[in-house]
């Protein structure tokens, strides 16, 4: 069971096969921002309503990757308006220099939230960047990707671990590290799925 002194705002749409709908699982009070009900992160008009919104909440999932950048503008905007919370940014197994290939642009853009996160990181505001593989959805592979259930739990750990904070983590299944080293082998590249 999760901290009722949590109150979750988790960017994606549960309805759809994303880490979002492992998060609505584990966390059923929590509340989602996303395209489909109003918030449209590539405008100012969509920042402005996060803005407003994020002051009622203390635990923060920033969980889709829409546009490089938005992720990053999300977190500053919440390091702006909070005191104290912890926010959960999402990053990706792109992050890992073996990996890198694969969309150098995400790479990049995953970086820089990581950097931010950890310098952002403080005792009363906690950050956790955590790196990850894809979730299950809808894709063809979908059965090698990780449950998104399970990584939500791993939110709830973290936020609930007493005495200790997790600054970052990596997690992934063993799927993507053989497939992805094949692909790179096969000279697929440029695609992120």
């Given amino acids: 069971m999760y901290s009722t002194n949590h109150k979750i ?7 759809k096969g994303t880490l979002a709908k492992g998060i609505r699982e584990v966390f059923p009070d929590a509340d989602f921002v996303h395209l489909s009900n109003g918030y449209d992160f590539t405008t100012q008009a969509g920042l402005d309503k996060f803005r407003e919104k ?18 990053l503008s999300l977190l500053k905007i919440t390091r702006e308006e909070w ?20 969309d150098p642009k995400v790479t990049e853009d995953k970086l820089i939230l990581r950097a931010a996160s950890i310098d952002m990181c403080s005792e ?8 990850m593989g894809g979730c299950k959805d809808e894709s063809p592979n979908k059965d090698v990707k990780m449950d ?9 750990w973290i936020a609930n671990a007493p005495n ?24 697929r590249n440029g695609v992120y799925r």
């Fill in 124 to 131: 009363k505001f906690k950050t956790t960047h955590i790196i």
């Fill in 9 to 15: 705002l988790c960017t994606g749409n549960p309805n």
């Fill in 83 to 102: 005191l104290a919370g912890h926010v959960f940014n999402i990053g990706s197994v792109l992050e890992y220099e073996h990996f890198s290939w694969f």
């Fill in 148 to 156: 998104p259930a399970s990584v939500a739990k791993i939110i709830q």
């Fill in 164 to 187: 200790i904070h997790i600054p970052i983590i990596g997690i992934e299944n063993d799927y993507w590290i053989s497939d992805w080293q094949e692909q790179k082998n096969k000279g």
């Fill in 54 to 71: 994020i002051k009622d909440y203390n635990l923060f999932i920033n969980a889709s990757r829409i546009n490089l950048g938005v992720q």
